[in-house]
Structure formats: structure tokens, C-alpha cells
């Protein structure tokens, strides 16, 4: 067996089903995870003063952009120090930070979602440091322990994420799960009972189609989503591979181990079922040409039945939804991904999520640019993993936090509770795996999300994945 062998087998362990027993973790994106995209970028403006911390994120609506901002008020109240944001929607920003990093124009502190294709890289790379000493070990306590996991990695090593032995490159402050949102209204209106689906693990393919039948046949969409910017169905891909064939496999196949592959069977049928759902109108027709933030919009409107968002939902009702909206959970509330127990039996105990899914790390041009900026950003590092900002945070957004004892310290509204209510459903779970977007290395990544959109074209399941497959077979190569 070659190093790169057992590196990959190592890998496998860490973020394979057994490793992820408890609670484990999507790609989520925006602001907490939204990954809203309107524009082709919004940049609010770079650091002008050259003493203060540049802090990089996606925060540009909603109650994401509301919690950036408490963030940055409460830790300058706190300290004295001064923090100027920048803001990306989200795919500009894949680009941005990456140009940026390793440059004199990198950020000091930036967002970032775990994962061998995001952090993982910049790790590899060199392009952040260790944060050895900066989460205290009240901190760390107060962490679920996974979510520090999800940023654990062996320096310069790409495979090594969830890695015990390695040093943590990211302060998680954010948990996503990765469910489907029904609309109640709509739902009761095309006679299917709401309460069937409330937070259901056992929904099964079959049934899931007849609900859709049902949705279609009184008039409304039955799924919406907005795919202009490739990452939303990336989300399905992810949820249909691991409902096909299981966390493990599903990672076996992106380190092409135990003889798996990414053009086995199970694939082939999740794909071909996602496709089926396009193709018997199912899903809104100009699925390509919409972006997030408009299919949400639809959704809260009343015109769909299902709509799929991480727990980050709350941004996007703030920014989206009519005024007279009712929220989560009087107006939508959550199942989890349709189970196809004909393909793999433990399917409907078997989760999708991000863990953590917002991280913030540092840069390594920021200990370039004296002792006291470096100390005072590895304070604004700190910050994001204190009780004071995860509260700020979780009470602004209603997304769930990587600190236990913030549940503890608030009376939660509705809404919160139910939001939360899938970090217990998470940890009762036989397994939980993360989205693609995260999990695999980035160039399979590119071509699965390509891929998704070409699914709705006219590409079929099986020539998509013997590109993806080939793809992914040179990227592993290249890590050798």
C-alpha cells in the first residue's frame, strides 16, 4: 500500500460513518450559509485604515448581515479595535479569497467553510496558521466537539481533515443541518397532511413522488429551486448519493476506497431519480435560470410545495419573504431527505449536514503585519468562539451554534427550537456526511457541480459521473 493509500484510508476513517457517529457534518454558503447569489459580487469596501483588522465574509443581507454587524460592535465596545468588513456574495467570493490569499491583499480574518476543498486546501497550501492557544479551553469545552473536529488537520496534508492528531485552522461558530422546508399552506391545500412530514426521517422515494403528484396536480410547483449559481443542487446530489448508497460509500468513492467509485450503481440511481424529478415537472423548469434567493422567494409566496435550505432559513426569510410572512415554524417547518430503503436499507438513518459550517480562520500574510495587529486579530479570532458572540449570533439568525451553553443561557422563540431541533436529530443519527462542496477535493467538486446543471440538458446520469469520475481520478493522482 502506498503513503497516499493510507493517507486516504485514514482520511476515510475520520469522516467515514463510524467517525461521524453523534453529531457530524454541509456546503453551506452565504452569509451563515445561505449562498445567496443575486450579484456577480458585492464588495462594501476594503481595510482604509491600515490599524484595523480586515474581516472578509459573506454577510451581505438579511440577519446575517444584522449579526456581522452586532459582531463587529460588540468585539470594538469590547476592545477598543477596530474591524472593517468586506462582503462577497458567494461565488465572487470563492475567488476572491483564493486570488487573495498568499498576497499582500489577504484579509486578516475570513470566512471559510471546512472541508478538504475549502480550508483543507489553504491548509495545504500555507496560507493559514494554526490556532494553537487561541480557543481557551473554557471555549473548547463549551464546543460540540465535532464542529472543532471539522477543522482539525495535519499541516500541509489535504486528506488529514477530522484528524484528532492535527491542529485546529478554523473557529466554528455556526452548525448546519441540510433539510427540505415544506410550505404548510400549500401542502394542506393539495391535501397532504403536514404533520406527516414534521421532522420525518422514514419518508420514503415512493412517497415523496406521490406527494409531488399530489402538489403538481392542484396547481403548484412541486419543488423550487434556484440552481443559477450551480451550489443548490449540488445540495440534492449530495442528499440523493448518501440516501443511494450510504455515508461510507459515499466517501469511499472520493478517495477511491475499497474499490468504490463514483460511477458505482447506487449513483447512477440517485442521479437518475433527481433527474426523474425534472423531467416529470416536478422541480420549477428554469431551475438553471433562477438563483437561491429567488426560488426562495417563490416558496415563501406560496407558489411551491418544498424548497431545500440549511438551518441558516432565518437569513433568508428576513431578506426574502412577504412581511406578513409567518415564519418557521407556523408557516414551514422540515422533513429530511426522502429515504430509498429499495436501494440502501439503513437510508432513512442516515443524515446531510455541515459541521461546522461557518468557520473564521486566519491568514498567514496577517502575522506579516506586526506583533501587536497579529495579537490583536488572534483577539478577534477568539471572539467568534466566545459565549458573547454566539449568542449575538444565534439570538440575530436563529442558525444553531457550535457553544452548547448558549441554549442554556436564552429562552428560545419558536422558530429557534425548531432550528435546533436538527442538532438533536443529527446526533441520534447512524451517520452524517457533508455536502460534495466540502467533502471531496475541488476539482470533483467543479465537475459535479457543473455536471448538476448539465443533468437538466439533456446529460445523463451515468456520462456525468464518468466525467466526474475521471476528474477525480486525476485530482487524487496529483496529490501523490
Not at 473548547?140 to 491542529?167: F, H, M, N, P, V
Not at 459565549?387 to 452548547?404: C, D, H, M, N, Y
Not at 467533502?439 to 446520469?461: M, R, V
Request: include cysteine; charge should be negative.
Amino acid at each position: 500500500m502506498t503513503m497516499i493509500d493510507e493517507e486516504r484510508r485514514r482520511a476515510l476513517r475520520m469522516i467515514g460513518a463510524a467517525g461521524m457517529i453523534g453529531l457530524a457534518g454541509c456546503a453551506g454558503d452565504s452569509g451563515n450559509g445561505s449562498g445567496d447569489n443575486n450579484s456577480d459580487g458585492s464588495n462594501d469596501g476594503g481595510s482604509n485604515n491600515g490599524n484595523a483588522i480586515s474581516w472578509w465574509n459573506l454577510a451581505v443581507q438579511g440577519s446575517s448581515k444584522e449579526a456581522a454587524a452586532k459582531l463587529e460592535s460588540l468585539f470594538e465596545e469590547q476592545t477598543g479595535i477596530e474591524v472593517e468588513q468586506t462582503k462577497y456574495e458567494n461565488t465572487p467570493y470563492k475567488s476572491a479569497i483564493s486570488n487573495a490569499l498568499g498576497t499582500n491583499e489577504a484579509p486578516d480574518v475570513f470566512y471559510i467553510w471546512p472541508g478538504p476543498n475549502r480550508l483543507g486546501r489553504y491548509v495545504s497550501n500555507g496560507n493559514v496558521i494554526p490556532l494553537d492557544g487561541i480557543l481557551s479551553e473554557e471555549q473548547q469545552s463549551a464546543y460540540i466537539q465535532d464542529a472543532l473536529l471539522g477543522t482539525t488537520y495535519k499541516e500541509g496534508d489535504i486528506l488529514s481533515w477530522r484528524d484528532e492528531g492535527g491542529k485546529t485552522y478554523g473557529v466554528p461558530y455556526d452548525v448546519a443541518g441540510v433539510p427540505i422546508w415544506y410550505n404548510k399552506n400549500v401542502l394542506n391545500d393539495a391535501g397532504v397532511d403536514p404533520k406527516r412530514l414534521q421532522h420525518s426521517t422514514d419518508v420514503t422515494w415512493k412517497e415523496f413522488l406521490n406527494i409531488c403528484s399530489k402538489l403538481t396536480d392542484a396547481g403548484y410547483t412541486a419543488i423550487e429551486c434556484g440552481n443559477r449559481n450551480r451550489w443548490t443542487i449540488g445540495h440534492w446530489i449530495s442528499a440523493f448519493m448518501i440516501k443511494a448508497a450510504g455515508v461510507d460509500h459515499y466517501y469511499n468513492a472520493g478517495f477511491e476506497l475499497e474499490n468504490a467509485s463514483l460511477t458505482d450503481k447506487p449513483f447512477q440511481t440517485a442521479l437518475s431519480r433527481l433527474k426523474k424529478l425534472y423531467d416529470d415537472g416536478y422541480f420549477n423548469q428554469d431551475i438553471n435560470s433562477l438563483n437561491n434567493n429567488e426560488a426562495a422567494a417563490l416558496f415563501f409566496s406560496g407558489q411551491a410545495g418544498f424548497w431545500h435550505q440549511g438551518t441558516w432559513v432565518s437569513e433568508l426569510i428576513s431578506s426574502q419573504a412577504p412581511d406578513d410572512f409567518a415564519g418557521v415554524p407556523d408557516a414551514i417547518d422540515y422533513m429530511w431527505w426522502p429515504a430509498f430503503p429499495d436501494v440502501y436499507k439503513n437510508s432513512k438513518n442516515e443524515r446531510i449536514s455541515v459541521v461546522p459550517n461557518s468557520t473564521v480562520a486566519i491568514s498567514s500574510q496577517a502575522a506579516k503585519r506586526g506583533d501587536k495587529h497579529f495579537a490583536n486579530v488572534k483577539k478577534f479570532a477568539s471572539f467568534f468562539g466566545s459565549l458573547k458572540a454566539q449568542k449575538a449570533f444565534f439570538e440575530i439568525t436563529g442558525s444553531p451554534v457550535t457553544r452548547t451553553d448558549v441554549y442554556n443561557d436564552i429562552e428560545m422563540s419558536k422558530s429557534q427550537k425548531t432550528t435546533t431541533a436538527t442538532i438533536e436529530q443529527l446526533q441520534s443519527a447512524d451517520a452524517v456526511g457533508t455536502v460534495f462542496d466540502v467533502a471531496y477535493l475541488p476539482e470533483t467538486t467543479e465537475a459535479l457541480l457543473s455536471g448538476g446543471q448539465n443533468l437538466f440538458t439533456g446529460t445523463s446520469p451515468s456520462k456525468l459521473l464518468q466525467n466526474v469520475q475521471q476528474t477525480n481520478r486525476e485530482a487524487l493522482s496529483n496529490l501523490e
